[in-house]
């Protein structure tokens, strides 16, 4: 009877596993296919500063470059979706971008990014956006 009772729980032990493996994967692809909306290039109109967007990995960490026109030293970003709304976390850390950063949200409607960004070298945040740009 132990021989049993021991593959009947393997049975459902498996069962259970086999089950979740598959929802957890469909839920990140889900997700993935969420933050395509904002993989691209954004120009910030009030200065020509360029934000570009390429992928995203599985723990939401983006990889991004911003430029100002050169590039600038992207230490940090990330995307998360909260309250059904793409959020993202942008910190630059190059000459004269000591730790600035962007926290924007994704605007589905007008196909823009806004937010603030703070600049810390003169103590400052701005309300800004950035506006889809084609890739030439």
Request: glycine share 6%; charged share 25%; proline share 4%.
């Amino acid at each position: 009877m132990k021989g049993y009772a021991m593959k009947i729980k393997l049975f459902f032990t498996f069962l259970i596993f086999s089950l979740l493996i598959p929802t957890t994967s469909l839920q990140a692809q889900t997700k993935k296919d969420e933050f395509k909306k904002i993989f691209g290039r954004w120009l910030r109109p009030d200065g020509g500063y360029v934000l570009v967007i390429n992928d995203i990995d599985d723990e939401g960490n983006l990889d991004a470059t911003y430029l100002n026109p050169r590039p600038i030293n992207v230490s940090q970003a990330r995307a998360s979706i909260e309250s059904d709304q793409i959020k993202i976390f942008v910190e630059l850390k190059d000459r004269y971008y000591d730790g600035n950063y962007y926290e924007l949200h994704y605007d589905e409607s007008a196909d823009q990014l806004k937010g603030v960004y703070y600049h810390l070298g003169i103590n400052q945040e701005f309300n800004i956006y950035f506006t889809r740009k084609p890739i030439n």
